[in-house]
């Protein structure tokens, strides 16, 4: 079973900077699209951004312009720095697979998210 471990999260003010990571177990990463979901409470999870094993991204509209998905693929980790942060980025963070046209997947498992605050 895949293993999914994101970390990064935190209280950030309007206008501010987070960098999230995951960490994904297994050899199955590297040609993986891999996503960054999120889930604000009383929501449902919505996919944001997406990256395919060579390196192309999309992106939600309400992050576009103010997030970049990345990845390394010697690391098995997926990243997604967030600049211009607003209080309604506010979620639980999650990565798992997706497709570059923004269809949701995944690997049968979740990883436990990482918390975005986004709060003066």
């Known amino acids: 079973q895949v293993q999914l471990v994101e970390s990064g999260g935190g209280l950030v003010q309007p206008g501010g900077s987070l960098r999230l990571s995951c960490v994904v177990s297994g050899n199955i990463f590297s040609r993986s699209t891999m996503g960054w979901y999120r889930q604000a409470p009383g929501k449902q999870r919505e996919l944001v951004a997406v990256?395919?094993?060579?390196?192309?991204?999309n992106y939600a509209d309400s992050v576009k312009g103010r997030f970049t998905i990345s990845r390394d693929n010697a690391k098995n980790t997926v990243y997604l720095q967030m600049n211009r942060l607003k209080p309604e980025d506010t979620a639980v963070y999650y990565c798992?697979?997706?497709?570059?046209?923004?269809?949701?997947?995944?690997?049968?498992?979740w990883g436990q998210g990482t918390q975005v605050t986004v709060s003066s």
């Open positions: 798992n697979l997706a497709s570059l046209t923004m269809r949701p997947l995944d690997f049968g498992s």
């Open positions: 990256i395919t094993s060579v390196g192309t991204t």
